[in-house]
């Protein structure tokens, strides 16, 4: 092979490696990202107690374990953004973050009042350590392995958050349609405050990103909820089908379309 051959290759070749290394490990946030998100949401609250009543709780947690490491795992061994093994992550983190809430409450004894505040620190301390060491929180900037592990444990810490305080304002006279009102409104104000220019684009992303925990959380057990309690009587498992057939849907959609993936990658 000639020397011209070897100089014409080794562009293209580090070119491609600059793209596997750069390449984008989340979505781009477009409606539909917020759609599945809290769809997602919903789907893991009732899923999360639709197991706990069938299986028990120790089963129950053990199994979603297992299910939310092994998604992980699927999604830190891909190279860029993959829309089906993205939102299985995410919907396992739900499954799992909503059983480490529960936990702390059903099986510890921990009142909300309590456990909200201690996840919100834990956030923080996420924040912090991640902000510290790469001096960013952007979710476009997570295209290493290291960016890539503050990120997913962000999200776990969201939605533990998000599942503690939407059972305390549902707890403290609310209840959950009032809460699905409190939080539709809540998070309508980061994303006013951003186009007022008072809040920046990451601080208003994480700041939705944690509301629309228990937002979906709920609007789910509202709907799955009897009458008598205030809610539509459809019961964990119809609910849980449902909002999983939806999540199916726009994530094939996603898949399909490509709506939530840059199109220079």
Known sequence: MSTEHVLDRRPAGHARARIRESASKVPEVTVYFWIVKVLTTGMGETASDLLARVLGPI???GLGGVAFVAALVLQFAVRRYVA?????AIVMVSVFGTMAADVLHVGLGVPYTLSTPLFLVALAAVFALWYATERTLSIHTVRTRRRECF???AVLATFALGTAAGDLTASIGLRYLGSVVLFAVAICVPAVAHRGGVLGAVAAFWTAYVITRPLGASLADWMALP?????LGWGL??????????????????AVSR?????AL
């Open 84 to 88: 089906w093994i993205y939102w299985t």
């Open 59 to 61: 089963p129950a947690v």
């Open 151 to 153: 990120y997913w444990a």
């Open 227 to 231: 009458t008598g309690r205030g809610g």
């Open 237 to 254: 498992g119809p609910v849980t089908l449902s909002w999983t057939v939806a999540i199916v849907a726009f994530v094939a959609f996603l």
């Open 259 to 263: 709506r939530d993936s840059r199109a």
